[in-house]
Nanobody, 128 residues
Framework: QVHLVESGGGLVQAGGSVRLSCAAS????????MGWFRQAPGKEREYVAA????????NYGDSAKARFTISKENAENTGYLQMNSLKPEDTAVYYC?????????????????????WGQGTQVTVSS
């Protein structure tokens, strides 16, 4: 079992930056591929970014490309999502997700269905 806790959300002005953290506990973080998703009011949950458990490979959804950076620090059991140049349309609850991956250190997952563990979410509000 893995317990994920997001933090770092809040209110930020358009053009600003926020770094979200996802602290994992319960099992080794090293073999966990990780992802970030978000859900805005009235909308379906949307893929944001993903990273392989080794940290070597990353992938971004269209809304995140060139502005967001996903990373993970295995020694700290923590994943991060650095968000720059924020826009009001980035306002959403951001969720981190993780899933064990024992066979391929470079694989990442972009679908919600691929993730076994989820955090409770953290609100990010971008004001114009």
């Amino acid at each position: 079992q893995v317990h994920l806790v997001e933090s770092g959300g809040g209110l930020v002005q358009a053009g600003g930056s926020v770094r979200l953290s996802c602290a994992a506990s319960g099992r080794t973080f090293r073999n966990l591929a990780m992802g970030w998703f978000r859900q805005a009011p009235g909308k379906e949950r949307e893929y944001v970014a993903a990273i392989s458990w080794s940290g070597v490979n990353t992938n971004y959804g269209d809304s995140a490309k060139a502005r967001f950076t996903i990373s993970k620090e295995n020694a700290e059991n923590t994943g991060y999502l650095q968000m720059n140049s924020l826009k009001p349309e980035d306002t959403a609850v951001y969720y981190c997700a993780a899933t064990p991956e024992y066979h391929n250190s470079r694989v990442f997952y972009t679908s919600e269905e691929d993730y076994e563990y989820w955090g409770q979410g953290t609100q990010v509000t971008v004001s114009s």
